[in-house]
């Protein structure tokens, strides 16, 4: 029996491109000793990770494709619910996997959860399951603060101690599928006022317990664990702005020189990568920067895809993002259900706002943020979790199509009868004449 995929051909070539840009772009990207970790890795023992990943994620994938949508209705409050108590679950001392001084994940029988990617995909299946099973409800004020922002809100103060980008990201997301889904304008509007007011008070907080000493490791300034990073990234992306062309580092005593190095060294060698790349590159497995850029292989990947493929590899993944991007809304429109379409706008800007945050970050328009380019990046969990919601997205586009099919089916069904119906009401006619003439 042969196997047929189903569902937005464009979308299955887009999975079958990006995960075969991770291959080749995370092997020639590492180099042949990664430093940095607790125990160095090996190019090859890397490379065999991410096969792993891909394999196993695409599997994940096929699973998501096949499962009907019914099943994503009756468990999007369960894994929302899910999703709460890992939030909570960062918190617990012996549980917390930390990456450089923020909690990321959680620690499960020795293996590492990243849990920001798991909370992406079911906030948005919530806020699809809100607009449909509660439409009438949302459409009030209190209904829709009660019902939407107030589970919202929770999930990203459960995430911003530990991420920042991550809560701006899953915001945005948000905002995005309540703009699309047509949800009363001055409700959105207050929405980001409130937002930008939050944000303000907790910044003014950070400031003022900071003014007045409290230490930055203990009690409730753990809460703003992000803040003095955020901060310190913006100070260091704008000095780099300023000081570029008009610092003279012979100036510079040896200490200052090595903590210039140390905060900037990233985003240079990621600039000098993007730079050597030029048009064509210098091939596959030529890149010389991933001995020097840290994370070649993870939260610099593009600017290894620039060194070794050119602008014109660059060019071509940021293709594949614009438009899975354009398909998305493609496909939301044609979606019957409001679960399905609020579902694909989503997952869609979810994928390509994360994309364009790692490129913006790559190419030096935005400080360091950590995200990772989906499908391409060296990942264990991410990975896999971004391929179920590229297989909820093709599960949502094959019953598109399916739908699609049967109303045509129906369409052609009605106008064959309409054909018999007036042959029947022409050959009545002829007999009728026929007896007037007799």
């Not at 992306?237 to 060294?265: G, N």
Request: aromatic fraction near 10%; charged fraction near 15%.
């Amino acid at each position: 029996m042969k196997l047929q995929l189903k569902g937005d051909k464009i979308i299955w070539l887009i999975v079958a491109f990006l995960a075969m840009v991770s291959v080749l772009a995370v092997y020639s990207s590492s180099s042949f000793l990664v430093r940095g970790a607790e125990n160095s890795l090996s190019k090859v023992s890397i490379f065999l990770e991410q096969i792993k990943s891909v394999i196993f994620g695409l599997g994940i994938l096929f699973i998501c494709y096949f499962m009907p949508l019914k099943v994503y209705r009756a468990l999007s409050f369960f894994f929302f619910g899910l999703c709460i108590v890992m939030l909570i679950m960062l918190y617990i001392p012996g549980l917390q996997a930390k990456v450089n001084g923020a909690v990321r994940g959680i620690k499960i029988m020795g293996k590492t959860l990243q849990v920001f990617e798991f909370v992406k995909v079911g906030t948005i299946l919530f806020i699809a399951s809100v607009l449909e099973r509660y439409e009438s409800k949302i459409s009030t004020w209190k209904g829709y603060f009660l019902y939407l922002i107030l589970p919202i809100a929770v999930v990203c103060l459960l995430i911003i101690p530990n991420s920042f980008s991550s809560t701006l990201l899953i915001a945005g997301v948000s905002f995005m599928i309540l703009f699309f889904m047509e949800v009363k304008g001055k409700f959105l509007i207050a929405t980001i006022a409130a937002g930008v007011a939050v944000i303000g008070i907790l910044f003014l907080s950070y400031k003022g317990l900071q003014g007045l000493g409290v230490d930055d490791s203990k009690g409730i300034m753990k809460m703003f664990n992000r803040f003095g990073t955020v901060e310190n990234r913006i100070k260091t992306f704008l000095s780099e702005k300023e000081t570029e062309d008009t610092m003279d580092i012979t100036q510079l005593s040896s200490e200052e020189l090595a903590e210039k190095d140390k905060k900037e060294r990233q985003s240079q060698n990621a600039k000098v990568a993007i730079s050597e790349g030029k048009i064509l590159g210098k091939g596959p497995g030529h890149s010389t920067q991933r001995f020097s850029l840290s994370m070649a292989f993870s939260d610099f990947v593009f600017a290894s895809i620039v060194e070794e493929y050119g602008l014109a590899g660059g060019f071509l993944v940021i293709a594949a993002y614009l438009i899975l991007l354009f398909r998305g809304i493609a496909l939301a429109s044609r979606c019957s259900t409001p679960f399905s379409s609020a579902a694909v706008i989503g997952i869609s800007f979810m994928l390509v706002f994360q994309a364009f945050l790692h490129i913006m970050v790559n190419v030096g328009l935005l400080p360091v943020t950590g995200h990772t380019l989906p499908l391409v990046s060296h990942g264990g969990t991410a990975y896999i979790v971004l391929c179920g919601a590229f297989g909820i997205l093709l599960s949502i586009s094959k019953t598109i199509e399916k739908q699609d099919a049967e109303k045509a089916a129906l369409a052609a069904q009605a106008a064959e009868t309409e054909v018999i119906e007036n042959d029947d009401i022409i050959i009545k006619e002829n007999e009728d004449e026929s007896e007037i003439y007799n």
